[in-house]
């Protein structure tokens, strides 16, 4: 707040004193977050609802390293690591470059790899052993077929009590 005196003369004689208040008010713009994260084994599509008076948005992210600029709402950054966290922020600025706080840090993970079958044996009337590849990043696998479901460490993994 700024305070104002004039000091009205005529002549010598101070004929009115006029004091005065300007108070200056800042625009403060919303902070931005983000509503949804499409991933995929090398790719993040970033997504947020627009904010009212957003000129644009600033998103910072270890995904690219840098501070991406956009008018758009979301942002897909490729090449990026299969199972592998990112942190996302973003800010809005508006017309007058005015720009809200960054939003607090987002961290998000693209897709494990998927495994690619390599085979089948041990194939009798009831049973079979499904074989796959190391997928580096793995911790566990999941085999889902008609006989049920297993969670394994191993590569391999045997269905029993088939149907012929």
């Known amino acids: 707040m700024k305070h104002i005196r004039w000091t009205i003369f005529r002549g010598a004689i101070i004929v009115g004193v006029i004091c005065a208040s300007i108070v200056t008010f800042v625009h403060a713009i919303d902070i931005p977050s983000f509503s949804v994260f499409n991933r995929t084994t090398s790719s993040i599509v970033a997504q947020w609802d627009a904010v009212p008076d957003a000129s644009y948005y ?54 494990a790899s998927v495994p690619t079958i390599s085979g089948f044996s041990n194939i009798t009337t009831t049973s079979v052993q499904v074989n796959w590849g190391v997928i580096a990043e793995a911790v566990y696998y999941t085999v889902s077929s008609t006989a049920g479901s297993v969670t394994t460490t191993n590569t391999t993994s045997t269905f029993t009590g088939l149907t012929p």
């Open 58 to 111: 600033n998103v910072s992210t270890t995904a690219s390293g840098e501070i991406i600029k956009t008018t758009d709402t979301q942002i897909t950054i490729t090449g990026l690591t299969p199972s592998t966290g990112y942190i996302f922020q973003i800010e809005a600025v508006d017309g007058t470059e005015t720009s809200s706080s960054f939003s607090a840090p987002t961290t998000t993970y693209t897709n």
